[in-house]
């Protein structure tokens, strides 16, 4: 029984870095960008969904919905004032991770700068924390919350970036740029709308990471690393890749936290991911290089 | 147009005189500096004090530095240090970062006027600036790393009350107030630190005949709890302590909490602090944790310790408050001793020799051995209370 509950806590984590490995997949696939400062989409969310139930006394979900606009506003102002002056002068991927590291300092201390630097946390009695009980399991709100989440946004995403003319559009200017503005597809706007697709997602990834405990302006750094590793291990530039790799992490650190050693947990998760790319250098459902998505 | 005129005799030597001015000038205050020393000529005797007022803890780091500026105002309006000798503290930011703190330790070193630093609430920054003090020949006064063994006169001294004792003393009174056979620990294991406090936590269960029923390991970068406190609750102990840094001692306790533990949980100083309990309110509400300065208790110098902090600051100083103020306490009450005029020198010789000061914010005498402050008949329990979340004497249950 134990086991079962802490695979369950594994995939109920993993859904939370399944959602922050999509955002950091969507902006891959479109930009071509290794983006570090995809972090504190996932705390500026979190934060101003503190500050829109804690100063302005919002439900949880109005706030909820009012940080996942704002996490989307954040990622179009990183690839607006970071981004798309490098695209312009056709500066490499390098330039474009340099300019990303100076977007997450910059950010992240604004973000300090906001809470004093002092852990914040959900007022009491706004964010479901009971228990559920299922067939002798017990299972938290909040884990409950954070999967059906992660699984509805996910085949929501997955659907509009396959299904629509509109994820067409983005895919396109993906693959190639010029070749969709010669189709008559206006690339800055499907750039725009990718950037903001891609914060809100990760938003929501951090607004659920936070709403079990106190956090402070920091809560994104401690998901990019898991995040960055599920795009890899699912595979770079593969929705449904990301959000396999993001509960394969979870599940991998929590069974190796608990049944081998806590001390070694990321050592045994990352070793996996090696092993794993070892065997299949584009993850377990990419087709693309690093390169080129 | 300008016109091109060649430098008349009279102008070269207006220039010639003005840079012999400007060299003597830079000669003299060069041999003013040479010295190392302040105090003895009306100067301010000048102490480094490398901050935290941004970067990851910068919570805490607010907390010390504002503890140490109430100490310099008392000591300088109390005439403390005698003959009217003054206290200036000459910050920089460090951000509580390893290689920035570094770089300002070795900053203030260069600056011969500065005769002892004070810094560090982390080990790993306290064991980069260490070094450098050393080479340096330079006092620095740790006011928070709590590694074991970081102390190391001539140079480097430690004020901070040490967590490990408080922790040993909390688990005996624990026991003594409540009906506890069994405990289990959540360590953060990445931190040699946090290990050594749970270490001293475990020292106390088991001197109290409490029975071990094994830890669960967490790391610096857990983001979820629920897993760990899944394997706690499943140890079926009847108390558990949590020992981590702050958000991870507060990330478990609250998932402790959420999964419906109902035995008792203890946990380490780290709990304390500006925001802390607003954070997770039903979760810290009773959890005990060991403190050596409690505002609302303190006597004598404690109190107008904590009065002109509330006035300045508007709340109330915590114990990283008063570590801050004790590191500069200390260094007053060392210079004090000092007759002629303070060099490093001088100062490192007055630590050395200094054995423990009687009056303190502590309301106890404290000892100063080897370099480091004890004050452990100072350890109180404490919890926060609800509904604001103020910190006051730990109350258990069984009362």
């Known amino acids: 029984m134990l086991l079962l509950e802490q695979i369950i806590n594994g995939v109920c984590t993993g859904a939370v870095y399944a959602l922050f490995a999509v955002g950091f997949s969507i902006v891959f696939s479109t930009m071509q960008i290794l983006n570090l400062a995809q972090g504190v989409y996932a705390t500026g969310a979190a934060l101003v969904t503190y500050f829109a139930t804690s100063s302005y006394g919002l439900p949880f979900w109005a706030a909820a919905v009012v940080g996942i606009v704002a996490g989307g506003l954040i990622a179009v102002l990183v690839d607006q004032v970071a981004f798309e002056p490098l695209r312009r002068r056709g500066v490499s991927l390098l330039g474009a991770v340099i300019a990303s590291i100076g977007m997450w300092i910059a950010i992240r201390e604004v973000a300090s700068i906001s809470t004093a630097a002092t852990p914040v946390g959900y007022p009491p009695d706004s964010v479901p924390r009971g228990r559920i009980s299922i067939g002798g399991l017990e299972l938290l709100q909040t884990q409950v919350l954070a999967l059906v989440c992660a699984v509805v946004v996910i085949t929501a995403t997955y659907l509009l970036l396959h299904r629509t003319n509109l994820g067409a559009a983005i895919r396109a200017v993906g693959y190639d740029k010029r070749s969709a503005q010669i189709a008559g597809i206006n690339p800055q706007v499907m750039i725009i709308g990718a950037a903001m697709l891609s914060g809100a997602v990760t938003g929501l990834a951090g607004i659920l990471l936070a709403s079990g405990q106190s956090f402070n302006f920091h809560l994104g750094d401690t998901l990019l690393l898991q995040g960055f590793a599920a795009v890899v291990l699912g595979g770079m530039g593969d929705i449904r890749g990301a959000a396999l790799g993001g509960v394969l992490i979870g599940v991998f650190q929590v069974l190796s936290g608990s049944y081998i050693s806590a001390s070694y947990q990321d050592a045994i998760t990352f070793g996996l991911v090696l092993v794993v790319l070892l065997w299949r250098p584009t993850g377990i459902l990419g087709t693309a290089s690093f390169q080129r998505a | ?399």
């Open chain 2, 1 to 399: 147009m300008r016109a091109l005129v060649p430098h008349t005799r009279s102008a070269r030597g207006r220039r010639r005189a003005a840079l012999g001015v400007m060299a003597a000038s830079a000669l003299a205050l060069s041999a003013c500096a040479q010295g190392g020393g302040s105090g003895s000529g009306g100067d301010a005797i000048q102490i480094g004090a490398i901050v935290a007022e941004t970067g990851p803890i910068a919570g805490a780091g607010k907390t010390f530095i504002h503890g140490a500026r109430i100490a310099q105002e008392q000591i300088n309006d109390g005439d403390l240090m005698g003959g009217g000798r003054q206290l200036e503290l000459v910050e920089k930011e460090g951000s509580e970062d390893p290689a920035k703190s570094a770089s300002v330790a070795a900053q203030l070193a260069a600056d011969q006027n500065i005769v002892a630093s004070t810094c560090c609430i982390l080990s790993t920054v306290a064991g980069a600036a260490a070094p450098i003090a050393e080479k340096q020949e330079m006092p620095l006064v740790l006011w928070g790393a709590t590694d074991l063994d970081l102390a190391s006169p001539p140079y480097v001294y430690r004020t901070v009350t040490m967590p490990q004792p408080a922790n040993e003393k909390l688990a005996t009174d624990v026991v003594d107030s409540e009906d506890i056979e069994s405990v289990a620990y959540a360590v953060m294991t990445d931190n040699s630190g946090i290990v050594s406090q749970a270490e001293a936590f475990e020292q106390g269960f088991s001197d109290a005949g409490v029975d071990n029923k094994g830890q669960v390991g967490t790391l610096s970068t857990t983001t979820n709890f629920t897993s760990a406190a899944t394997d706690l609750i499943n140890l079926d102990a009847d108390a558990i302590a949590v020992v981590g840094t702050q958000s991870n001692a507060v990330g478990l306790i609250a998932a402790l909490d959420d999964k419906g533990y109902d035995g008792q949980i203890v946990s380490g100083q780290t709990i304390s602090g500006s925001g802390v309990f607003d954070s997770q309110p039903r979760a810290l509400e009773g959890v005990p944790f060991p403190v050596y300065f409690l505002a609302s208790e303190a006597t004598g110098m404690g109190a107008d310790f904590a009065d002109a902090y509330e006035a300045e600051y508007g709340e109330e100083p915590d114990d990283f408050a008063a570590q801050g103020y004790m590191a500069i306490y200390t260094l007053a009450t060392a210079i004090e001793t000092i007759d002629g005029e303070v060099t490093r020198q001088s100062l490192s010789d007055a630590l050395g020799a200094l054995e423990g000061i009687d009056e303190t914010i502590y309301g106890t005498p404290v000892a100063f051995e080897d370099g480091q402050l004890t004050a452990e008949s100072a350890v109180k329990p404490v919890s926060y209370t609800a509904p604001d979340g103020v910190i006051a004497p730990w109350e258990p249950a069984a009362n």
